[in-house]
């Protein structure tokens, strides 16, 4: 982190958001991981009492428009949505 750069995680605001797929692997061309992530992203948003302004799922990366009300961070939550999501994922594979 650049020196003298402050995070501010508690300030209620909502936040953009991006993460990708590993190594930007279009994972969600394929409808069995598409489908997933809304419910990934629905038990995230009940676990932490988030407000999800808005998403869109593209073959490689999902921009997200959100907030969280509950005390976990932004990063917190975004970090147990992708875990939990690559776990799906994972006990999906065939």
């Known amino acids: 982190m650049p020196r003298g750069l402050r995070r501010y995680y508690e300030s209620g605001q909502s936040h953009f958001v ?3 797929c ?5 994972k969600f061309a394929d409808t069995r ?5 809304p ?3 629905e038990t995230m948003r ?11 799922v593209m073959p490689e ?8 009300s ?18 799906s994922v994972s006990a999906r594979r065939v």
């Open 22 to 26: 590993y190594r930007r692997k279009p």
């Open 61 to 68: 990366h999902v921009p997200a428009a959100a907030g969280c």
């Open 70 to 87: 509950a005390s976990p961070n932004t990063a917190t939550w975004l970090k147990r949505c992708t875990i939990s999501s690559c776990r």
């Open 39 to 41: 419910l990934c992203l």
């Open 46 to 56: 009940l676990r932490f009492r988030m407000r999800i302004y808005g998403y869109v």
């Open 33 to 37: 991981f598409y489908d997933l992530f």
């Open 18 to 20: 991006t993460f990708s």
